[in-house]
């Protein structure tokens, strides 16, 4: 731990802004992966899973979490990875 009370506090919050970013993070990756099983399986809520994915990528790139070009990739391939297996 860092001696100066500037770097300790930022430390803290850098530390609480990366649990919040992995949770972000893991929650798009987890509908991501929902939307893809559910296109394999021939899902008939396949649309609300992708719809989903896309709304935690939206709101990832929001967040700052996301780039918006990393965000905007993820929903690409998502969307090609559906229209593949439709």
């Known amino acids: 731990m860092a001696n100066i009370k500037s770097k300790q506090k930022a430390i803290l919050s850098n530390?609480?802004?990366n649990a919040r970013n992995s949770?972000?993070?893991s929650s798009v990756k987890t509908a991501i992966k929902k939307?893809?099983?559910a296109a394999e399986?021939?899902?008939p809520k396949t649309?609300?899973?992708v719809a989903n994915a896309h709304h935690e990528i939206d709101k990832a790139?929001?967040?700052?979490v996301l780039h918006l070009n990393n965000g905007a990739?993820?929903?690409s391939r998502l969307d090609a990875f559906?229209?593949?297996n439709k």
């Open 41 to 43: 399986n021939k899902d």
């Open 82 to 84: 559906i229209a593949k």
């Open 47 to 49: 649309a609300d899973f």
């Open 15 to 17: 530390q609480k802004a």
């Open 35 to 37: 939307a893809k099983k």
């Open 61 to 64: 790139v929001s967040k700052g």
């Open 73 to 75: 990739r993820k929903a």
């Open 23 to 25: 949770a972000i993070k």
